[in-house]
């Protein structure tokens, strides 16, 4: 009954009039089959433990393409942040399974030693494109994580300044990986003081997998998805507990805003192990999973017209 409840406030959402809508969505692990020398990616190969091939690779581009023709009912989505994306091949791949969706996409190689990155799909109409780059994380002096994408954007009559993240996982403990991802948000929080002093009206939408439970720790930013966390919803499951790994901050002048967590049917399976329900990931361990999506939820920001 809850999740029935939880359903229907989305659709609550989705029926008033908002202009633009933004998407957020770690698509766990898109690799391209084909080995690269200079990436840690022999898992994600024929050869590799997973025995990851053409048929899953293709199988895994139109499962995403599914979520984002099916999350706001057929109508393109304005600007889409991606998590876990190889390389600029899985773009064009992906683009090429929507062929009436006018999305074009931004993506920069980073030194991630597994070769994720992020990566932004936008639509071509709606969108101009005034700048972006790569905001390079380095841990220590032989340590890279993935590039943050920072684009400046024409959106129709607005302005918008955005930043796709994926920050450091908590591999080794939570408290012992968080300098990472406070190293990771000190650079987010540099381009957004830039941002700020030349314009503090700026509209700055920061999105991705930040790998921890929101908090209020970006000045001049507000966490979107705070509430979420505190009724026990999130985007990730981890030992029969949800959180809200995927988030979405907003600079003041965007606080008329709207956030929703998509959680479809077809997203989600059975948890026979901590109950409720759970994502349908690609994998289970190493065993395939041909009618998964992802370790996430994918989240949406709706921007008042």
Known sequence: MKRVGYILIGLLI?????????????????????????????????????????????????????????????????????????????????????????????????????????AMLYDSVKVKIIHSEPLSIQLDSMDYTRDILYACAQVEKDTLHILVCHLPSQLGGAKESEWKREKAKAIIQHQVNAIITNNEKAKIIVMGDFNSAPKEDITHLYNQMLHWNKIGRGTHKYKGQWTCLDQFYVSESLLDVKTRIYNASFLLERDKRYLDYQPKRTYKGYRYNRDGYSDHLPILLYINE
Not at 40 to 61: A, F, M, S, V
Request: net charge negative; glycine share 4%.
């Open 14 to 118: 989705v029926m008033k009039c908002y202009g633009q809508v933004i998407m957020s969505y770690n698509v766990e692990n898109l690799f391209h089959p084909a080995h690269d020398t200079l990436k840690q990616d022999y898992e994600y190969t024929p050869d590799g433990i997973k025995y990851w091939n053409n048929y899953r690779y293709y199988n895994k581009l139109h499962q995403i393409a599914k979520v984002i023709a099916n999350i706001n009912d057929n109508r393109y989505l304005t600007i889409i942040g991606l998590q876990e994306i190889e390389n600029e091949q899985c773009l064009i791949d992906l683009c090429r399974r929507m062929p009436h969706y006018p999305y074009k996409y931004l993506h920069y190689e980073s030194r991630d030693e597994r070769g994720i990155d992020v």
